[in-house]
């Protein structure tokens, strides 16, 4: 399977990861491991045989290594979706690693960088939903050698009450069963989109940069970002800043140049999205 | 998942003769790829295959992640540099000797050891005396002892060789202080005053710093692997080879390190070491040296299941190399470093705390 620029191969005897890559991922290619050049290898399991019966977990392992200390078998999927997530951030060190959602419209990116909590899962759901390319929910792959970014595709994390709020959207949304109690509250995937997913291996330039805030009651927002403070936040939204070192310092200023960034506080979709639209539609 | 190890030394053969990619199937790419970054060994590979002219023959995915752990590992060098510029900074008005150790020391010697490296932590040591002080302006320079129990503070300060272990407020780099190269409890105890007085200088940039004399620096080596545990075993030995093949270019070297190991009482760990650079690296061991060593180096344990735990603990823990077996081994290593490094009373309250009590 495809995972952002890396072919992973998965093993599982687990019901519930065979039940969510079915349904999250149903509209991805199984390669070929005759013929595909395997990355990384990943699986999740029950620790050992004991704990099979007595308060059951699972252990996700990639390629021998256990990143996260193992979970409560209820929780595989979204473990694999972190796992995954990991083996991207850990690696692809030949590109700038943003934790940011990114959609494309026209061959050009909109990139939405904030901490955990802001809405930006959410937003970039809806956006999605309203018709953009969806690259990514959580991870900005912006290549080190031409500045694009490398389409992931892969299920949209759902947070609490975002969770409710994106199945609100439209019936026709496939959400995975929600994961109560986790680290991170309650979590369901979204599956992608079919055309997000069968457009994997096109490339996007970044044009326009958003740092989306959601509060709730809070009057629209909307003002230009300098490219300093856009630089400043930015930094801290690179995953890999401190492996590439000056090199991802010269590729965090030419992203920043190449974009246009704006700050966005906001209550509901009614305010953002058209706020969003009229941005676009400014710098095309 | 429990296969057979399929490759057990694909990546320490293909280090020794790197020619031999020629004509390695797409999945031999993937194991290699896969052993040497569980081993830590990726970006040696990578100077390896390139330094032979066979980097051309891996696919391009294959590559890139050689490529990338070879940048990688040249922004590691850097950050080594940085950390050692701070701390020379921070301890330089003592007028205190600082040791570097292991990588470090490498590093600061620009030694062929340090190329490709990955760096978990930094090793320094300095006279026991001069702790409380090192400890002070460490502090103020940002190393703070990483979390610890009452417990693991005193396992350190009554029982082993080193405090426990700083890490850097912003950086969260670690920091080893050393005042002697082996946990007192072992029951070997190299005087740490004659190791200073044996050590060298560092000239140019790094002559703040000194480093354990060469034969000392492969006994240390030595030590830290055939003492500890494996979990880097190939990694370690692979440095050993590194310091073995530049030193042994020095005359008098193998005649200084068999008598120095027997001084120390420490020909055990180096006979294992040159034996196991020997088998895994084809390093180049005078025979002499080999059948010296042994007179001075009594184990309790028989010659094969020695020979047995060695082969199956120095293999990348990767499925591809890593069995049963290979578990068995790393446990019984586990069993034994504990058992080299205290006597049984103190061991037998080791284990029942971190059984019973510890979390």
């Known amino acids: 399977m495809r995972c952002g620029s890396f072919n992973v191969c998965l093993r599982s005897g687990l019901p519930q990861i065979a039940a969510g890559i079915t349904q999250l991922y149903r509209d991805f290619a199984v390669l070929d491991p005759a013929d595909t050049y395997v990355d990384f290898e990943v699986e999740v399991r029950a620790p050992n045989a004991m704990r099979r019966h007595l308060r059951p977990q699972a252990l996700l392992l990639c390629d021998g290594r256990i990143p996260f200390k193992p979970l409560p078998l209820a929780q595989a999927m979204p473990m694999l979706e972190w796992g995954l997530n990991w083996v991207i951030s850990s690696h692809a060190h030949d590109c700038l690693v943003l934790h940011a959602a990114v959609v494309e419209r026209g061959g050009r990116a909109l990139v939405l960088a904030a901490d955990p909590g802001s809405g930006k899962s959410t937003l970039c759901a809806a956006l999605v939903h309203g018709g953009w390319r969806l690259l990514s929910d959580e991870l900005t792959l912006v290549s080190l050698a031409d500045g694009t970014v490398h389409p992931i595709a892969r299920p949209i994390s759902l947070k609490n009450a975002s969770i409710e709020v994106v199945r609100g959207l439209e019936p026709d949304i496939v959400l995975s069963e929600v994961c109560h109690d986790t680290a991170k509250g309650s979590v369901a995937h979204m599956r992608p989109p079919r055309a997000s997913v069968l457009a994997m291996d096109q490339r996007a330039r970044p044009a326009m940069l958003v740092f989306p805030r959601y509060g709730a009651g809070a009057a629209l927002d909307s003002r230009a970002e300098g490219r300093a403070h856009a630089l400043l936040e930015l930094t801290r939204h690179a995953f890999n800043a401190s492996v590439l070192a000056g090199e991802g310092f010269d590729a965090l200023c030419r992203f920043v140049e190449g974009v246009h960034a704006h700050r966005i506080s906001y209550a509901s979709f009614d305010q953002v999205i058209p706020e969003i639209d009229r941005l676009w539609r400014e710098i095309e | ?341 205290m006597p049984l009373p103190l061991l037998v309250r080791h284990v029942s705390h971190k059984l019973f009590v510890a979390d």
């Open chain 2, 1 to 341: 998942m429990t296969r057979a190890p399929a490759q057990p030394t694909l990546l320490s053969a293909t280090l020794g003769h790197p020619e031999s990619v020629r004509g390695f199937a797409r999945s031999d790419w993937e194991s290699l790829v896969w052993q040497s970054r569980a081993a830590e060994l990726m970006a040696q590979l990578h100077s390896r295959l390139s330094d032979s002219g066979v980097l051309d023959q891996a696919p391009e995915a294959a590559r890139r992640h050689l490529g990338l752990a070879s940048t990688i590992a040249t922004r590691h060098a850097s950050a080594v540099r940085h950390e050692l510029r701070g701390l020379q900074e921070a301890l330089q008005p003592l007028g205190v000797p600082v040791l570097l150790l292991k990588g470090a020391a490498y590093a600061a010697m620009s030694h062929p050891a340090a190329m490709g490296r990955i760096f978990n932590d930094i090793d320094l040591m300095v006279p026991k005396a001069a702790l409380p002080q090192v400890e002070e302006r460490l502090h103020w320079a940002g190393w703070f002892p990483a979390l610890t129990t009452a417990y693991d503070e005193r396992y350190y300060r009554e029982w082993m060789h080193e405090i426990p272990p700083l890490e850097h407020k912003n950086r969260g780099t670690v920091l080893d202080v050393h005042h002697t190269i082996l946990p007192p409890t072992s029951g070997i105890r190299p005087d740490p005053a004659d190791l200073f007085a044996q050590s060298t200088a560092l000239a140019g940039e790094w002559s703040f710093f000194r480093v354990l004399a060469p034969t000392d620096m492969v006994i240390h080596s030595a030590c830290h692997l055939f003492f500890g545990e494996f979990h880097k075993g190939l990694r370690d030995l692979f440095d050993l080879d590194a310091l073995l093949s530049d030193f042994s270019r020095q005359p008098g070297f193998w005649r200084a390190l068999v008598e120095r190991a027997r001084q120390l009482q420490l020909g055990l760990p180096v006979l294992d070491a040159l034996q196991q650079c020997q088998r895994v690296y084809n390093t180049t061991v005078p025979e002499s040296v080999g059948d010296e060593l042994s007179r001075c180096a009594a184990s309790s344990w028989p010659r094969s299941w020695r020979a047995w735990l060695f082969d199956h603990a120095l293999r990348p823990a990767h499925a591809s190399a890593f069995g049963r077996s290979t578990r068995l081994a790393h446990g019984a290593i586990f069993v034994r470093s504990h058992w080299l490094r």
